[in-house]
Each structure stands twice: as structure tokens, then as C-alpha cells.
T-cell receptor, first 109, second 116 residues
Framework: GQNIDQPTEMTATEGAIVQINCTYQ??????LFWYQQHAGEAPTFLSY??LDGLEEKGRFSSFLSRSKGYSYLLLKELQMKDSASYLC??????????WGAGTKLIIKP | GAVVSQHPSWVICKSGTSVKIECRSL??????MFWYRQFPKQSLMLMAT?????????EQGVEKDKFLINHASLTLSTLTVTSAHPEDSSFYIC????????????FGQGTRLTVV
């Protein structure tokens, strides 16, 4: 079966750095996405990785290792507004998006 | 980026009635749209794939007669929750990708359905 695992909840301090991990087992791979979702709102796109390595975009970076079926989202200089759920999603061989359950990130002052 | 508009943002209806949710791609033609349901503190669950001009493909466990999907044009897909019950109360979200581009999915704003 297809499976995406990420921690249910994480807590971090304002100004700090946090890494949210995602491991996946899917039938084929055509890219990995990270989305941010605030409560009651639709997800918003953060990053897309299809090749191994680190993609940096401002305070957010995303890493992918296809051989390990592993990705992480790195958030630097955390701000209170970063409190949200972070969803990992993988596109399989049929280009269908498989979603992880999401990681709820709580930022404390 | 491409824009997907979903309407209404929230709706309250009586048990037994039907509710229609619209999903429009505003600046691109979407041959395929996706409908998700999300219960509190849970991830997105794909309900069905809506294909323009043909029948929708439903995920296992989703009642096609209860959740009617119509994709009559390249820019509009509708989801009708028929004979709604309180357990159908959820957050419904549609998404679409730009054809030929295997990149991000663009989401509608979502619809909060409450059945009383």
C-alpha cells in the first residue's frame, strides 16, 4: 500500500529552527510537495522537490532523498504565524497526490 | 499562480436537504479537478476525481449517489451533497492542476458544511 508518515505534532520556540520529517512508500514517485494549512483554510503551496537535494526558499527549505524515501521541511527564524499544520504529499506513478496526515506545529513565545 | 475559486465558503443546512458546492478555475482550463474532504485534525481525504465531459472516479468508500459530481465545462466542477446528514459536516476542498504541468495543485478556499 501507499503510505506517508510524518509526526503528528511538534512544538518549537519563536526565533528557533524546526525540522519536520516525512517518509514515504508509494507506487512510483513523481515529486514531493509541502503545503502549509492554517486551521479552517485550504492548504497553500510551500515547496516541490523531484530531484535529490535541498531547495531553499527564504526561511523555508525542503530536502529530498529518493533512495531513502525521505524528505524534510526546515523552517528557520520561526514566527508565531508559522503555527499551522504542514502537509507532505507525494505524486505517485499515476500522478495522483498521496497525502500525509499532517504535522501540527505549535510555536511558543 | 493559477486561481481556483470555490463557493460557498460556508453553508449550514438542515438534515435531509441537498447542498451544491462549486469549484471554478478562473484563469486556466482544468480537465481534471479533485474533491477532498477533511475532518477536524485529520488530513485531506480524496473523495473523487472529476473529469470534464465524463463520469467522476470515486475513491473506495465514497458513495457516488450521495456525493454527485458534475464537470460540465473546462472551468467548473460541482459537488452536490444529497440528503445531507450531520455526519456529512466537514470541510470540503477542491483542487486542480494546470494541464501539462506536474507541479503544485491549486486549491479552492474550501467549504465548511454544517448539517443541523
Amino acid at each position: 500500500g501507499q503510505n506517508i508518515d510524518q509526526p503528528t505534532e511538534m512544538t518549537a520556540t519563536e526565533g528557533a529552527i524546526v525540522q519536520i520529517n516525512c517518509t514515504y512508500q508509494t507506487s512510483g514517485f513523481n515529486g514531493l510537495f509541502w503545503y502549509q494549512q492554517h486551521a479552517g483554510e485550504a492548504p497553500t503551496f510551500l515547496s516541490y522537490n523531484v530531484l535529490d537535494g535541498l531547495e531553499e526558499k527564504g526561511r523555508f527549505s525542503s530536502f529530498l532523498s529518493r533512495s531513502k524515501g525521505y524528505s524534510y521541511l526546515l523552517l528557520k527564524e520561526l514566527q508565531m504565524k508559522d503555527s499551522a499544520s504542514y502537509l507532505c504529499a507525494v505524486t505517485d506513478s499515476n500522478y495522483q497526490l498521496i497525502w500525509g496526515a499532517g504535522t501540527k506545529l505549535i510555536i511558543k513565545p | 499562480g493559477a486561481v481556483v475559486s470555490q463557493h460557498p465558503s460556508w453553508v449550514i443546512c438542515k438534515s435531509g436537504t441537498s447542498v451544491k458546492i462549486e469549484c471554478r478555475s478562473l484563469d486556466f482550463q482544468a480537465t481534471t479537478m479533485f474533491w477532498y474532504r477533511q475532518f477536524p485534525k485529520q488530513s485531506l481525504m480524496l473523495m473523487a476525481t472529476s473529469n470534464e465531459g465524463s463520469k467522476a472516479t470515486y475513491e473506495q468508500g465514497v458513495e457516488k449517489d450521495k456525493f454527485l459530481i458534475n464537470h460540465a465545462s473546462l472551468t467548473l466542477s460541482t459537488l452536490t451533497v444529497t440528503s445531507a446528514h450531520p455526519e456529512d459536516s466537514s470541510f470540503y476542498i477542491c483542487s486542480a492542476s494546470v494541464p501539462g504541468q506536474q507541479t503544485e495543485a491549486f486549491f479552492g478556499q474550501g467549504t465548511r458544511l454544517t448539517v443541523v
